[in-house]
């Protein structure tokens, strides 16, 4: 674990997020500054800055659950589509972004700098997560 990473804090459960999934390898929570409402991140539960340098059980794993999570917000939200990205450099701990997209403006470096300097309400966040994770749980 990297202590100076909020991501690793969050593994360790010493910092607070509003979890939707956690197995063994990987744990997914909701993004605290969302794109869009069901913007989700997944993790490795281990740190690593870079996707292409995990091992390939891992990478698998983090990928899997990517894909679980869009067919779930793809259920719940009905957006015309569901992006899966990369990008790391606000956190650099491999964490791939899940997030109903409703037209190609909802992904563009404007729509990142606004959800950054945005405080969306925890209540809403929370209250979105627990949907997410009700349906992971029936989907089993």
């Known amino acids: 674990m990297d202590e100076t990473c909020i991501f690793c804090r969050i593994v360790a459960g010493v910092a607070s997020a ?19 409402p069901g913007h989700v991140l997944v993790i490795p539960k281990w740190h690593e800055p870079d996707l292409h340098c995990l091992d390939e059980p891992t990478y698998l794993a983090v990928m899997k659950t990517g894909k679980r999570l869009a067919e779930v917000l793809a259920e719940l939200f009905e957006p ?21 997209l409703y037209s190609i403006d909802d992904f563009t470096a404007d729509a990142i700098r606004l959800a950054m300097q945005t405080r969306p309400d925890q209540d809403a966040l929370a209250e979105v997560g627990q949907r997410i994770r009700e349906h992971l749980l029936r989907a089993r």
């Open 18 to 36: 509003h979890q939707v999934f956690e197995d063994d390898e990987v744990l997914a929570f909701m993004d605290h500054r969302p794109l869009n």
């Open 80 to 100: 015309p589509k569901v992006g899966q990205f990369v990008i790391g450099f606000h956190v650099p701990h491999v964490h791939v972004h899940v997030v109903p």
